[in-house]
């Protein structure tokens, strides 16, 4: 085999995308050995501040795509391990970019009720079958297999995602209508939010 420069540069994708899997992977296993240790360093942190901190990263990538953004963010004050709830914001903000197909903005909102704060990220996507929404958050699971490796995806943020979440008392979950796509998770207010 005689190797020229688009053999080269498929092969550097390739241990990228596989660089990238082996530290999810590690990733989730650290987070399934180590929950006590990753709830034991919450603290009492602004929602809002999250959040714009985690659009910011992304300013470069959605100026790029010549993306329209929205963003609402209410503060609320939230006990959690600050570090992995941005790394959630990453992963869903992140998936909304790679996977955006339309024309429509992407609507990010953040919105505190009495007992807990919700975080939307809304766009156009690619169309989501019932079924896979309900298996989306699954490890490993892709809804369009073919597809999602020209993407680099590889079955795991979201599975991630959920696991923190749910490790925080919160919940996770998509909503779809056609093409739109609603990711979204709630945590518990702190209580000295509440009582604030």
Same mark, same amino acid.
């Given at each position: ?6 053999? +080269? ?33 919450? /603290?009492?942190?602004?929602? %809002? ?22 963003? %609402? /963010? ?21 998936? &909304?970019?790679? +996977? ?26 690619? /169309? ?30 979201? /599975? ?31 209580? &000295?939010?509440?009582?604030?």
């Amino acid at each position: 085999m005689e190797g020229d420069e688009k053999l +080269y540069d498929s092969l550097y994708a390739e241990s990228k995308k596989l660089t990238q899997l082996v530290e999810q992977m590690e990733q989730l296993k650290e987070l399934e050995n180590l929950s006590s240790q990753i709830l034991s360093q919450k /603290a009492s942190v602004d929602m %809002k501040t999250l959040i714009e901190q985690s659009v910011e990263m992304f300013r470069l990538s959605l100026k790029q795509s010549n993306m329209k953004v929205l963003v %609402k /963010a209410e503060s609320g004050i939230v006990l959690v391990n600050d570090r992995s709830i941005s790394q959630v914001l990453s992963n869903l903000l992140d998936n &909304a970019i790679r +996977y955006y197909e339309g024309t429509g903005p992407l609507i990010i909102k953040g919105e505190c009720s009495d007992s807990e704060y919700k975080f939307t990220v809304t766009g156009p996507g690619r /169309a989501i079958r019932p079924e896979d929404s309900e298996r989306i958050f699954e490890r490993f699971y892709r809804t369009e297999h073919s597809r999602s490796r020209e993407f680099g995806g590889s079955g795991l943020g979201l /599975a991630i995602s959920k696991e923190i979440i749910e490790q925080h008392n919160g919940k996770i979950g998509v909503q779809s209508e056609g093409n739109n796509h609603t990711f979204w998770f709630v945590l518990p207010c702190s209580q &000295a939010d509440l009582n604030g």
